[in-house]
């Protein structure tokens, strides 16, 4: 195991982050600070309580679910693709490292800045709502296997991307909706029986339920399910980056 | 057996092939050996496969047939051992822009599993006279500095063995006399160069040994020298006092030929032949009473030959 070099590509991406923090880290608090007023304070007022928790508070999980998904996947996608772009990636390439360490790297620092930008935009929420976390330990599992696996999916689109458009049209086009559709700011259990059933195929449930249960206790789907249904998109992607490696594919000619 | 590992070459290539997906076969079936310590100098056109080659080596573009092995170490199964010893300068100015000299030499560093060495990156900026530049960032750099940049990049692992594709395609004339100075220095310390080139006045200053590649094949593998003794020509211009229409009449055993203006007779000849035919030549035309009053000598240079032998193949 080259873990010098996985340091470097780490300790490379994470210079990145913070030579862009304003763009990194305060957008994202901010623009989470205005769901807060908007979606916690004006309309929130006006709804009653979720599963018995205040609307404020409840949103909570899914706000920082949609920024850790959305910023997992772009860090990564964009840290991978750059290199693409510029022709830099002839050193990775020709690098003694496997791609096992590669993906650590990369992935590592996507999955370390997002998961970041979670705790802090959770830090900015104490000042507007009141908030407990029922089983921390399962909060924090949740934010990991989140932030790596859409960091995985990020690093994915990167390397599939050709060009900048396509870099922005999975987050854009995909994520996002999936995110909002995901049950950021609803349950569920509010939407017409049908919609509920066509929800069960949108992974990003899975990730806000169980991640809702581990703040509140209540959730759309059994706890177990949420994991198990994390664990495989894990995999997934897993899989498809040990292929995309194995093969070479829009890596190696 | 090789007996010793000094003996055995750094770089052996077997057989590779490289067919690029569409059908495109940039090369074929390439056999090669490099010394330890060697500075060897690959020419060929564009599009002939020397990057292709490289590129194969370096591990960036997969091999179609065949087999390499860096100083023992097949490129595929034992990837790590072969890479680390690799330096590689590509052709292109692939550089990131917003980190420091410094710090881009120094990840390439730790890239190659290198534990940090400051001093070791302080003496090859200060080699290639980029340690003024240390702290500023890439894209602020001229074409030439990113030239070196790359080059650094390349030496911050301590390779043994140096790619240099096209080290100094667009470089000044001063800039090119500093990179040959460099490649000297490194070659002294032992380590081994392949470069390829357009300047072929590049390969004929540094290259111990010139390999001549042509749409994917290497035509041609010689000690410098030698190449130019083999395929070495050499014409003898006379300055004739008397005009002459033709070549005479009874002189058509000599390769002999007239300027348009009748002033010059130039006989062209082999210096591998036993006989260069000069002496016979000149006592020739003194009995026929052609008298000169001047003469010179002119050795093809190893660009005449690689045309000559391009275009052979063409």
Known sequence: ?253 | MQSTNAAAPILAVRGVSKIYEGGFQALKSIDLQIARGEIFALLGPNGAGKTTLISIICGIVNLSAGEITVDGHDIGRDYRAARSKIGLVPQELTTDAFETVFDTVSFSRGLFGKKKNPAHIEKVLRDLSLWDKRDNKIMTLSGGMKRRVLIAKALSHEPELLFLDEPTAGVDVALRREMWEVVRKLRENGVTIILTTHYIEEAEMMADRIGVISRGELILVEEKAELMRKLGHKELVLHLQDPLSAVPPGFSDYDLSVSADGSMLTYSYDTNAERTGIGSLMRRLAEEGIRFRDLSTKQSTLEEIFVNLVEDRA
């Open chain 1, 1 to 253: 195991m080259n873990l010098t070099a996985v340091a470097a590509i780490y300790k490379f991406e994470m210079a990145r982050t913070f030579r862009t923090l304003m763009q990194s880290i305060i957008s994202p608090v901010i623009s989470t600070s205005l769901y807060f007023v908007v979606f916690g304070a004006a309309i929130g007022s006006r709804i009653e309580e979720v599963d018995g928790v205040s609307y404020g508070a409840f949103i909570v999980p899914g706000l920082i679910m949609l920024t850790l998904l959305q910023q997992s996947l772009t860090n990564a996608a964009f840290g991978i693709y750059f290199p693409k772009f510029t022709g830099t990636i002839y050193e990775l390439l020709s690098a003694p490292i496997s791609p096992i360490e590669i993906v650590l790297g990369y992935v590592g620092a996507a999955a370390t800045k997002s998961m970041a930008l979670g705790l802090i935009i959770l830090a900015t929420a104490t000042l507007f709502v009141d908030l407990r976390i029922e089983h921390p330990l399962w909060m924090i599992l949740f934010l990991v296997l989140t932030a790596v696996t859409f960091a995985m999916f990020g690093f994915i689109i990167g390397i599939w991307a050709d060009g900048f458009e396509k870099l922005q049209i999975v987050p854009l086009l995909i994520v996002t909706p999936l995110a909002f559709l995901g049950g950021s700011f609803y349950s569920i259990s509010m939407l017409p029986e049908f919609w509920q059933d066509v929800s069960l195929v949108n992974p990003v449930v899975y990730l806000i339920s169980g991640f809702r249960w581990a703040f509140y206790g209540t959730s759309d789907v059994s706890i177990a399910v949420s994991l198990a249904m994390t664990l495989v998109f894990l995999g997934a992607t897993l899989a498809a980056v040990t292929y995309i490696f194995k093969t070479g594919w829009r890596l190696k000619s």
